[in-house]
Every structure is written in C-alpha cells, then in structure tokens.
C-alpha cells in the first residue's frame, strides 16, 4: 500500500505547485460568499463609494493576495506529511472541500 501511496506521489509531485494554487483558489471560491457576506455586514454603515472601494480592493487584491501567498502556504503544509503520503493528502484534500461545498450547497 505505501509503494502505491509514493508511486502516486511521484507522479503528482511535479505538479505540486500547481495544484496548491487550484487548492487555494477552491478554497476562495467556497469560502468567498462568506468573507463578501462578512465585509458587506463590516462596511454598511459606511457611504456607497466607500464600500465599492473597498469591495473593489478586496476583489482585485485581497483575494488575489490571498491566492498568491496562499498557495505556497498551502504547499508547505502539505510538505509537513510523510513523503509517501503527500499526493494522497492533496487528492482527500479537494475531496474533502468538494463534499464539504455540497453539503454548505444544502444548508
């Protein structure tokens, strides 16, 4: 089984960047309506031009900074995982968030 788990490592490991990116823009688009529904809650007291402003920043750069220094993060915590087991961590990991954005689908 573990020659299985590191043969499938090996075939993933050149794309480990990659797929941390994926992993992390996932995760915003899950997550996003939640930060957007939070920071609406944050600036409605504000004036209407403050909070397009604002709203424009968080799209173009916060969630742009998010994915940019996010995906290395997410790529170190994968490094954390024995070696013969980091392919199969990024596979449950879009798993794991796929089955968990059908179950929000629901709630």
Known sequence: MIDL??????????????????????????????????VKHVLSPCHFVIRVILFVLLCAFGYGALTLYGAPLVLHLIRFFPDYLQGAVFIAAFFAVGLFAERRRYM
């Open 5 to 38: 788990l590191a043969q499938l490592t090996r075939w993933l490991s050149p794309y480990f960047g990659q797929m941390s990116l994926m992993l992390m823009a996932t995760l915003l688009v899950v997550f996003g309506d939640i930060v957007n529904k939070y």
